[in-house]
Structure formats: C-alpha cells, structure tokens
C-alpha cells in the first residue's frame, strides 16, 4: 500500500479566518497552562519559603554586636 498526499494533507482549504482562530485557540490553550503551571510553582515557592522563616524565626540568633570605628594607632614618622 503506497502513502498518498490525501493521508497526510487535509484536501479541504480552510479560510484564513479558521485557520487564525485555530491558531488563536491553541495559543490561548497554551498561555493558560503555562500560567497555571507558573501559579502552582509560586504557591509551592511561597509555602517553602514561609516554612523556612518560621524556622529561621525560632532559631533567631542573637543579634551581632557592631563594632565601632575606633582610633587607629598613631602613626610613626
């Protein structure tokens, strides 16, 4: 059995309005998904990052003490 051009094209023409609505339907399908995917990932982000400040939180180390500019020692001629 020989592959004909009628297995592989579609033989109707589309009008260009069909063919800019399939276009814009999969475009839209694909911008939905990709933020749906970009949402779970920030919620999933913000969950961790809550966690690790509630854990930073309990361990607060004490604070440094800051070191104030003093006197240098005198310089020698």
Known sequence: ?????DE???P???SPRDKAEA????????IAAEASARD?????LK????????????????AKKRRSPGKSAPRRP
């Open 47 to 62: 969950a961790l990052r809550l966690q690790q400040a509630a854990e930073a939180g309990a361990e607060a180390a004490p």
């Open 23 to 30: 276009t814009d339907q999969t475009a839209r399908a694909i």
């Open 8 to 10: 592989f094209f579609n």
């Open 40 to 44: 779970k990932k920030t919620e999933k």
């Open 12 to 14: 109707a023409k589309l």
């Open 1 to 5: 059995m020989t592959a004909t051009k």
